[in-house]
Each structure stands twice: as structure tokens, then as C-alpha cells.
């Protein structure tokens, strides 16, 4: 039997209560389940000249176009090794332009790796900045094809670079430069360069969404996918469908936060689903379950805040709405289950997202017993992801406390409520230390929890 598309979907930050006991949950750290960046579909080994690599002193390094999100720097690299023969290809660059090519690979690939360890941003985008400068000067000596599109792969990662540090603008700078370098290569109907070009948009429209410009990432994220497409129609065997169900999904985000209809949204995130069931199904990739309930996590997020903003005419229509939202979630879960059990440690950290997010709505139509059943797995079975300290996770399990301490509430456990609010202030204190104490969201969550505790008397 084939997986099945679920067509139906709901959740984020909306105000919940157990009598006289609310709590809102801090908008700005609701967080869609599909994560923010993802890769782009260039063969690094190609355009960052892994052929040049290939006698460079054992420093040949492939780079994958691996479907999977985030930029990963390159492994294995002795880094003094790399130093050592830059100084050498420099030594020879000054006489001889031939070792060019290769010499701008090295001054990226040190740059990617510096990047990694989160070094200066200044020297990483120095050294990228003398690897463009090489490639500019082979170009301007013939157009040739393969410089052409490796100056592409510069721009791009140099993209990636700054994106990564959050320095947007300078981002959108990058990414645009490496549309305009393989333009040509895209108008004479070069497969491979529409490929491309499709996924530095799809980066791209990421970044004007998260910079606020709105109609400029609807406008390229529709050219994103629409360049996918062309790919897919003349032939050129890539994973177009994979990247259009990225597309789609960050379509859905940016159409939720314009605020546009549910229908809109929804119709994005189904488009999504169903091209990741036919890829899942066509190719086998088994793993695209963990980004398939992600994707119905995410519905289910925004289905669920669009119920609770909306005026029903009895709290028995809105329930139904909400029983459909966590039979959705129930499946998502299922598919993430799946993942965790075959050793997918990334799905953990969906499951202690999805967990906190069935608990909660659970809690709106008052199924305690339920709740506190995903909420004490969130608890208790996630609690190294914490260990990090980072600030998301950290702020998440405050609120899963809070979640938790309501849900005892509603069972009449004033004494485990109060428990819970104690552990969950305890984390939002370690927050706003390391915070300064300048961090409204922790600071509203504070205050949330002490009202709660003054009510509990």
C-alpha cells in the first residue's frame, strides 16, 4: 500500500485555558517545523573545482548535492595542510596564471571551513573575495562555460557565508550576483543552469522573507518554482520534485505570515506533501517521511491557530475542527516515530516539537490524561536536547512546563502545577541572564508563569 496523502489539516500561538487559568504562548518562539535553510542543489565537487582538487596534496574533498537542509562546511580538512599548499599555488600564481583555477578552490574551501568554526566574518568574506577576483580574471579572458559556473558556486557559498552570520542584505547582494553570472547559461536553455538558478532563488526568496519584503519573495519563490518545473518538462534528470516541495513549503510560510487566507496556505503545504509522497513512493527515499510530517506538522500549526482565531457556533464545531487537527498531528507523529526508531537523530528533534504541539492541543479540548502523556515524553525524554543551552530549545521546554503545569491544573493537581512552574521559571531565569534580562518574549513567558502561581495562591 502506498503512504497515504492526508488532505485535511492546525496550531501556534493561541490563548488556552483551564478555568480560570490561561497562558499565552510566546508568539515569537512558535516555530514552523520546517527548518529555515535549505541547501541548494549545486554539485559542490563541480563548482568549487573538485577536479582541481584531485592532485592537491591528498586534498581532494567531495561536497554532495545531498537533499537535506542547512549548509554543512566541508569534513575532513587539514586546515594547515590547505594553508601550506595556498602558499604554494600563491608562489606560482605570481608567475603563472594555469594554477588559478585551483588556487580559488583552496581560498573557498578555507573560507567554508572557517565559516564552520564560526571565525570572523571579515576574513572569511577576504578570502572568498580573492577567489572571485581569480575566477573574474579567467572569464574575462574567454567566456568559458565551466569558470562561468564555478564563479556561480563562489557567489553562492560566499551567499550561504553571510546568510549564516545574518548578514542578510549582503546575502541577497551574493545570491543576486550568482543569478546574473549564469544567466546566460539559463537564457540559452542550459538544463543544468535553470536547475541552478532555481535553487539560489529558492535561497533567496528565504531571505527577503526573513528581511520582511514580502512581494519579493513571493515574486522569486513563484520563479523558483517555476524554473523547477521548466527543468522537470525538458528532461534533465534532477530532484526537481524534491525542491519544489521546498518551494512550496517556504510559499506556505510566507503566505501565513502575510496573513493570507488559510485556504492559500493549506493549498501550498498540500502541494508540498504530494510531491513528497510521489518521491517517496517513485524513488524509495523512505527518509523524506521525517520532512513529509514536518510539512503536516506545519499545516496542522497554522489550521490550529486559524480554529481558535475563529468565531464557531458552538464549541462542539470547533472541537471537530480540532479532533481533525490532531488525527493529522497523530499521523505526523507516527511518521517521525519511524524515523527515531531507524536511527534518525534529526527526527528527535521534530518529535520533541511534535509532542509539545499535540499536548497543547490536546489541552484545548480538555483531554488532560492525553496531554500530560505527550508532555511528560517532551519532558523526560528530550531533556539533553536542552543540554546545549540553546535558547530555542530551552525556551520550548519552559513552555512545555507551562503547558504541563496547566494540564495538572485541569486534573487538579494544584501541588505538580505548582512544580512545574517553579522548573519552567527556573529555566526562564537561566534565560534572561544570558539574555541580560533584555528579551520581552522571556520576559512576557515570566510573567505568564507568575500569574499563574499567584492564582495557584
Not at 341 to 350: L, P, Q, T, V
Amino acid at each position: 500500500m502506498g503512504l497515504a496523502f492526508f488532505p485535511f489539516g492546525g496550531y501556534n500561538g493561541t490563548l488556552w485555558r483551564v478555568g480560570n487559568y490561561c497562558l499565552q504562548p510566546v508568539a515569537e518562539y512558535n516555530m514552523l517545523f520546517t527548518p529555515e535553510l535549505v541547501s541548494l542543489p549545486f554539485d559542490w565537487n563541480t563548482l568549487l573545482f573538485g577536479a582541481g582538487l584531485a592532485g592537491a596534496a591528498g586534498l581532494a574533498t567531495v561536497f554532495s548535492h545531498a537533499p537535506q537542509e542547512g549548509h554543512e562546511s566541508p569534513e575532513g580538512i587539514d586546515l594547515e595542510a590547505l594553508k601550506n599548499r595556498v602558499a604554494e599555488l600563491e608562489s606560482i600564481s605570481a608567475r603563472s596564471l594555469e594554477q588559478n583555477e585551483e588556487l580559488a578552490a583552496m581560498y573557498a574551501i578555507w573560507a567554508t571551513v572557517l565559516g564552520g568554526e564560526g571565525e570572523e566574518l571579515e576574513e572569511i568574506s577576504a578570502l572568498f573575495g580573492k577567489a572571485e577576483a581569480l575566477l573574474k580574471t579567467m572569464l574575462s579572458q574567454g567566456d568559458d562555460t565551466e569558470t562561468r559556473r564555478q564563479l556561480a558556486g563562489l557567489s553562492l557559498a560566499w551567499g550561504i557565508a553571510l546568510n549564516e552570520y545574518d548578514e542578510l542584505e549582503l546575502a541577497v547582494d551574493r545570491y543576486q550576483k550568482a543569478i546574473d553570472v549564469l544567466k546566460p547559461l539559463d537564457d540559452s536553455g542550459d538544463g543544468e543552469a535553470k536547475y541552478e538558478t532555481a535553487g539560489i532563488k529558492l535561497n533567496l526568496g528565504i531571505v527577503y522573507r526573513e528581511l520582511g519584503e514580502y512581494e519579493k519573495a513571493r515574486t522569486t519563490l513563484d520563479e523558483a518554482f517555476l524554473a523547477y518545473r521548466a527543468v522537470e518538462k525538458i528532461g534533465v534528470i534532477f530532484d526537481t520534485r524534491f525542491y519544489m516541495a521546498k518551494v512550496s513549503i517556504q510559499q506556505g510560510n510566507l503566505l501565513y505570515e502575510m496573513g493570507e487566507t488559510l485556504d492559500k496556505v493549506v493549498d501550498a503545504y498540500n502541494r508540498a506533501m504530494r510531491m513528497y509522497v510521489e518521491v517517496i513512493e517513485d524513488e524509495g527515499r523512505t527518509e523524506l517521511e521525517r520532512d513529509l510530517a514536518n510539512v503536516l506538522m506545519d499545516r496542522c500549526m497554522v489550521t490550529y491557530e486559524d480554529c481558535m482565531d475563529q468565531k464557531f457556533d458552538s464549541d462542539e464545531a470547533r472541537d471537530a475542527v480540532i479532533e481533525n487537527v490532531l488525527l493529522d498531528i497523530s499521523r505526523g507523529l507516527e511518521l517521525l516515530e519511524k524515523q527515531c526508531n531507524e536511527g534518525n537523530e534529526a527526527a528527535r528533534f521534530d518529535m520533541f516539537h511534535g509532542l509539545t504541539l499535540h499536548g497543547r492541543v490536546l489541552c484545548t479540548v480538555a483531554k488532560y490524561t492525553e496531554a500530560q502523556a505527550s508532555l511528560d515524553r517532551v519532558i523526560n525524554e528530550f531533556a539533553d536536547l536542552c543540554e546545549g543551552e540553546d535558547d530555542v530549545f530551552l525556551m520550548q521546554m519552559a513552555m512545555a512546563y507551562a503547558d504541563r503545569a496547566v494540564v495538572h491544573l485541569g486534573l487538579g493537581n494544584q501541588d505538580l502545577s505548582r512544580q512545574d512552574c517553579q522548573k519552567g521559571s527556573e529555566l526562564i531565569d537561566k534565560l534572561l541572564q544570558e539574555a541580560d534580562g533584555d528579551d520581552e518574549a522571556i520576559q512576557e513567558l515570566k510573567q505568564q508563569f507568575q500569574t499563574l502561581v499567584d492564582q495557584l495562591g
